[in-house]
């Protein structure tokens, strides 16, 4: 625990002598299968099976099926069910918000991470160190899930998927004005949004709600479960309708979320002239947008932009930060640079959440 001074005895007096100080790395180290805690016997967010995983949310990247004991928040737990099954692991613990628990020789805490519902940043303390590994996540807010907190640590684990000076996403509530807007100019027309089927979908949805939007809105099949699911926690998303069986003339002047892959298939023929929307962070890079035929591009992202990621490496006034899964390399030198040790992880297997709409690492470097 930090602050905590162990009382002196011959003991241990004795072991101060022979035992070296404990390292950041003696807690949390990178491995093959992700980030392992040794001394407390788990790993967080395992890519591969292990025997102990600690989970930091939902999205398919960061919680896998097949490990022996999963412990999340209820609502990572239930989205890995609706996902993966009853099975999804051999046994489950659900944690919550500022709930500190013990597991062998460190004690771990969860914190809102602001990302997606239930997600969390996850705090591992051992003697007087407070590493915090935050999984994905987002300062800006969002009314569909407990907002970001920032948690003083030692050693802060910032992922970098927007980690260029270019990403600044801005308010989400300009690109829902932007969406109603092209909904208003074309009303013989469909809107077609691409969006993450966990969180991303259902954050748009709210916003739209919270723009004074109050049409029903359509989703695709492959959206409902989660879309009840969060309905089901207390989201409030309105009136809410499937697309199968509807009319294509029915659907002129509506607004349907459906994943961003089924934006450009055939699935798309039952909608009049659709006009194809995407809610991206990547959506700021006009290439990517053209690329993927989006007429309509939404900067609306559930992780931290540029700003965000600096802001809150600040704010935890951490003396060290580890950066994992994007563009390490432009925050590790801003970290270098205001004279914080920084590192890259090099962590492998994060950054494809569902639908694998992320680029590949580097792809958008140069943009
Ligand atoms: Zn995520």
Redesign the pocket.
Known sequence: MRGSSPRMTAKNLCEADYIPKMRPQDILVPVAAGLCCKPGDFYIDPVRPVERAVIT?G?S??ARSGHGAVLATQETLDMMRLRYGDNFAGRTQAIAYGEELKLGDVTIKFHPAG??LG?AQIAVSCKDICIVAS??YKDAPDPTCAPFEVVPCDVFITEATFGLPVFRHGDAADEIRKLLASVALFPERAHLVGAYSL?KAQRVIALLRLAGYDAPIYLHGAMEKITRYYESRGVALGELRLVKGIKKADLAGTITLAPPSATSDVWTRRFPDPVTAFASGWMRVRARARQRGVELPLVIS??ADWNGLTATIDATGAGEIWVTHGQEDALVHWCTAKGLAARPLDLVGYGD?DESDAPPVGEDAGA
């Open positions: 949310h999205h990247d960061h990302h997606v997600s999984g994905d969180g559930d992780h959440e």
